[in-house]
T-cell receptor, first 111, second 114 residues
Framework: RKEVEQDPGPFNVPEGATVAFNCTYS??????FFWYRQDCRKEPKLLMS???SGNEDGRFTAQLNRASQYISLLIRDSKLSDSATYLC????????????FGAGTRLAVHP | DGGITQSPKYLFRKEGQNVTLSCEQN?????MYWYRQDPGQGLRLIYY???????QKGDIAEGYSVSREKKESFPLTVTSAQKNPTAFYLC?????????????FGPGTRLTVL
């Protein structure tokens, strides 16, 4: 079983749609959680951290369910510029800042 | 501007040759990392360094070597022992210890073995 699993997609949605991505992780002792965005042939960039109480940043909402070892990302009012691959990232417990990356979910927003 | 630079952007290598990928950061970060990314897979950790003159193997270190002689520099050598080196290589850094430190990535080097 992969340490971080995501549906690879692609999710094809029209502009203005709401779309949700899910991610599961296997290490129950994981400490930190993130969503990164990666554009085609570019480096990943942090979209948002995910906090236990859930958090929102504009059109983006992240949720964490530790009991189910599940992370979600909700994008409202999708824009063409949201088209990218979204990487679920988990930091397990440990002595250094190791990150475990999911393979990503691809989103394509069309007019 | 602070950031991470990687060079070259594209690199072509013949089988049997060693190549060195450059990674430089001016963020004054202690920790630096090397990942490779293959199509349809998540990033996999090759080597990491938490402080100057110290580095550790990651999950897929075989066929790679690194050095960390300066805080700002963490070059990666892909040796001829690496069986399948064609991939997208990403260097990252972060300030150091801390629960919520994000990693900042360079623009990557795309290595192709001919």
């Amino acid at each position: 079983r992969k340490e971080v699993e995501q549906d690879p997609g692609p999710f094809n949605v029209p502009e203005g749609a709401t779309v949700a991505f899910n991610c599961t992780y296997s290490n129950s002792a994981s400490q930190s959680f993130f969503w990164y965005r990666q554009d085609c042939r570019k480096e990943p960039k942090l979209l948002m951290s995910v906090y236990s109480s859930g958090n929102e940043d504009g059109r983006f909402t992240a949720q964490l369910n530790r009991a189910s070892q599940y992370i979600s990302l909700l994008i409202r009012d999708s824009k063409l510029s949201d088209s990218a691959t979204y990487l679920c990232v988990v930091r397990p417990s440990g002595g250094y800042n190791k990150l475990i990356f999911g393979a990503g979910t691809r989103l394509a927003v069309h007019p | 501007d602070g950031g991470i630079t990687q060079s070259p952007k594209y690199l072509f290598r013949k089988e049997g040759q060693n190549v060195t990928l450059s990674c430089e950061q001016n963020l004054n970060h202690d920790a630096m990392y090397w990942y490779r990314q293959d199509p349809g897979q998540g990033l996999r950790l090759i080597y990491y360094s938490q402080i100057v003159n110290d580095f550790q193997k990651g999950d897929i270190a075989e066929g790679y070597s690194v050095s960390r002689e300066k805080k700002e520099s963490f070059p990666l050598t892909v040796t001829s022992a690496q069986k399948n080196p064609t991939a997208f290589y990403l260097c990252a850094s972060n300030p150091g210890s801390g629960s919520y430190n994000e990693q900042f990535f360079g623009p990557g080097t795309r290595l192709t073995v001919l």
